[in-house]
C-alpha cells in the first residue's frame, strides 16, 4: 500500500512509511488492516480545518511559506537580538528569495488567493471605490483585487504596483480590463506613481516592522498629494484578541507584526495622517486614511 502511495507522489517508499507510522502513533492519522492511511479527526483539524479547507502552505515544506516556517529554528537568535528569522537561516529576505525562483512566487500568490475572491468582491462593494477616479493597488500581487475592484465600479481605473508586473498583468488581460489597468513593477520604499485617488495596501503592513510601515505610508501618502486617500485593507487583531500564532509568524518570516486598528492608526498619524473612516467587512477592515 505505501509503495504504491510512494509511486504516485514519487517518494522513497520505506521513509514515507516510517513517517506516516509517526503520524499515526502521535494520532494524526489512522491505518486499516488493508494498510490504507486516513485523516483521523484531529488530522482533519489540523490539516484541512485548520487551513479553511486545503492544508496551510506553512505545513508544506514544499511550499515556500513551508519553508520560511523552517526559519523558527532562528527564534532564539531573534529573541536575542532582534534580527529576522528567516534572513539569519537562508542569508536573504524572503521576497528575494521569491525573486530568485518564479515557481516560488507563483506558489505564495496561490496560497495568498486562497478564499480571497469572495472577501475582495465584499470589498468591492462596501466602500465608494468608484469616487476615487483611479486607484494604485501597491503591492498589489497577482491583481485579484483590483479585478475585483474595476468588475465592480465600471468607470474605475487602476494600476497593480509589485516586485514583479508579470502575474497581476496576466490576471488584468485574462479579465479583459487591460483598457481600464496596467501593472507595473516597483517598490513601495521609492516613490510612487502620483495623482491617484487612491493607494491600496491589503494585507501589506503585517510584513514589515513599525518604521517599514511608515515609509510605505509616507511613499503612499506623499503619491496622494492632498486629494488622495490611502486605503488600508487587512485581517487587523481586534482589540484584546489573541493572535500570537501569526504574530511570531509575521516576526519570523518579516519582522513584521500583527497590529490592531489603533496600531496602524498610531503609525499613520507619526507620519501626519488621519483616519477618515473605518468599514469592518467580515474578518476584513477596510481603513480610509488622508495626509
Ligand atoms: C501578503 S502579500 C499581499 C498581496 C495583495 N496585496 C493581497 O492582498 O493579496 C504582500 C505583497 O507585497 C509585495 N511586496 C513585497 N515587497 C515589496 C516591495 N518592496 N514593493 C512592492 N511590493 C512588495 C509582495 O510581492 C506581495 O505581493
Redesign the pocket.
Known sequence: MTTELADDVGAHADVLERVLLHLVSVGLLNRDELGAFSLTKLGERLFVEGGKGATPPWLDLGNPLGRAELSFTRLLDAVRTGEVAYAAQYGNTF?DDLDSDPSWSAQFDAA?ARG?ERRAREVAQAYDWAALGEVV?V???DG??LVALLRAHPTLRGTV???SLEPAKRALDAAGLSERANAVA????EPLPPGAGGYVL???QS?WSDADVRTILLRCSEAAGTRGRIIVIDELVADGAVATENDLRMLVYFGGRERTAANVCDLAADVGMSLEAIIPVGEWTIMELKG
Open positions: 521576497w495568498l480571497v493597488d503591492g498589489g500581487g485579484t483585487l504596483l509589485d516586485r516597483g517598490s513601495f520604499f491589503s494585507r501589506i510584513n
